[in-house]
């Protein structure tokens, strides 16, 4: 089994030199805002047009909370985006499970596609209501527990936070 790095950055995930890039999408899989606005824009029309194919097929339905699946990426330097759908608190989807799934699902698509570097956005810490550092104890716990338990090829899980707050956050929880 490849032992996996797992690291933190303050940054732009739309910019990360990685195989595949998490976005933290709604069920729609059509563009929004926050990272999610920011992955499409960067990306270009043939994101939206993959996203699009997504819905008429398997998806028609929308993606539901904690699965994940993937794309190309368009103009991004990275080869996938692995779209997930976090819980919303607003909507009372309060249930530390599903956030966890968003993680290991993700990790089992970035798996399936071959991606040897992955890089997490802070699913769930911005519209969808979530507190940054549950989301930072979820998001690390879950990837350390996958990375060791699963049979997999990923070397690198980047965790790529927006704001000084949320980085140290995932810091923090990396370091304990
Ligand atoms: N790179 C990395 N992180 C970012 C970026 C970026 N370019 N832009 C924002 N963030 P959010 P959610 C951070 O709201 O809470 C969308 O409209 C942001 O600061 O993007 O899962 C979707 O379409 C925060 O820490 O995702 C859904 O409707 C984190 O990413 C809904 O929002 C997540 O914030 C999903 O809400």
Redesign the pocket.
């Known amino acids: 089994m490849t032992s996996t790095q797992i690291e933190a950055v303050e ?4 910019t990360q030199r990685v195989d595949a890039i998490v976005n ?3 069920s729609l899989l059509l ?9 499409h824009a960067a990306a270009g029309p043939a994101l939206l047009e993959e996203c699009r194919a997504l819905r008429a097929g398997r998806w028609h339905d929308g993606l539901p909370v904690g699965q994940a699946v993937a794309t190309g990426a368009g103009d991004l330097p990275a080869r996938w985006v692995i779209h997930t759908v ?1 819980p ?1 608190r607003h909507r009372g989807q309060t249930d530390p499970a599903l956030l966890a799934s968003c993680f290991s699902a993700s990790l089992a698509v970035a798996q399936e596609v071959g991606a040897r570097s992955v890089a997490f ?10 507190d ?1 550092g549950q989301v930072a104890t979820i998001a690390v716990e879950t990837v350390r527990s996958w990375t060791t338990q699963e049979s997999h090829g990923i070397q690198l899980v980047r965790f ?4 000084r707050p ?1 980085f140290e956050a995932f810091q923090q929880e990396l370091a304990d």
């Open positions: 940054g732009d995930i739309t933290a999408a709604n563009g929004g805002g926050g990272v999610d606005g920011a992955i976090g919303n956005p802070a699913v769930s810490a911005g519209v969808y209501g979530w940054a790529v936070l927006f704001g949320v």
